[in-house]
Each structure stands twice: as C-alpha cells, then as structure tokens.
Nanobody, 127 residues
Framework: QVQLVESGGGLVQAGGSLKLSCTAS????????IGWFRQAPGSERDFVAA????????YYADSVKGRFTISRDNAKNTVYLQLNSLKSEETAVYYC????????????????????WGQGTQVTVSS
C-alpha cells in the first residue's frame, strides 16, 4: 500500500506559476513510477506528466511540454510538478498516481498503469 497526498494547488492568474507536490507514505517510494493527471469540470481525466521510479525518464503531454517540469526526491518521498505559463483552460483538479516501474510512454500515460491515487489538488487559473 502507498498513500499519496497532493498539495500546492490554488488560484493563479494566467501566465503565472504553481508548484505541486505529491508526498507518499507507506511502501518504498523509490519503487514506483509517478504520474500526474488532471480533470477539468465535465471532462475526462487526462495525462499531464510522469517520471520513472528512479527519476531518469520523464514524459509530458504535448500540451504542457516546455512549460511543466516533473521531478522527484526519493529521500523525501515526494514528486513535484512545476507549472509555468499557466492557461485558463488548465483549470482542473490535479491528481498524482503511483504504479509499478514502466519503460515506455504508452504505459506512463495510461490511468490503468497506476494503482494508487491521491485525492487531488485544485488548480484554478484566472484569465
């Protein structure tokens, strides 16, 4: 079992930045790949970014490449998602998820690849 708690969400103006954190407790954190997903009102949950269990591989949705950065600190059991140049359409609940090690984009980007989910943190971008 692993428990995930997201934090760092809030209200920001378009063009602004936020840094989200996903802190885990429970089993060995460094053994899990971590993904970030987001769900806007009335929409399905979409992949945002992911990082391999050892941190050497990162993947991003095309829509966030160059603006978002995912990183992890296994000593702190935490994964971070830096959100820059935010757009109003990126208003959503952001979720982190943990799953077994993966080695391809298709596996990182699927919800089915993650067995543990946090409760989410709200990000609201005002225009």
């Amino acid at each position: 079992q692993v428990q995930l708690v997201e934090s760092g969400g809030g209200l920001v103006q378009a063009g602004g930045s936020l840094k989200l954190s996903c802190t885990a407790s429970g089993r060995t954190f460094s053994g899990y790949a971590i993904g970030w997903f987001r769900q806007a009102p009335g929409s399905e949950r979409d992949f945002v970014a992911a990082i391999s269990h050892y941190g050497g591989m990162t993947y991003y949705a095309d829509s966030v490449k160059g603006r978002f950065t995912i990183s992890r600190d296994n000593a702190k059991n935490t994964v971070y998602l830096q959100l820059n140049s935010l757009k109003s359409e990126e208003t959503a609940v952001y979720y982190c998820a943990a799953g077994p090690p993966k080695y391809s984009y298709s596996l990182f980007s699927r919800e089915s690849g993650y067995g543990y989910w946090g409760q989410g943190t709200q990000v609201t971008v005002s225009s």
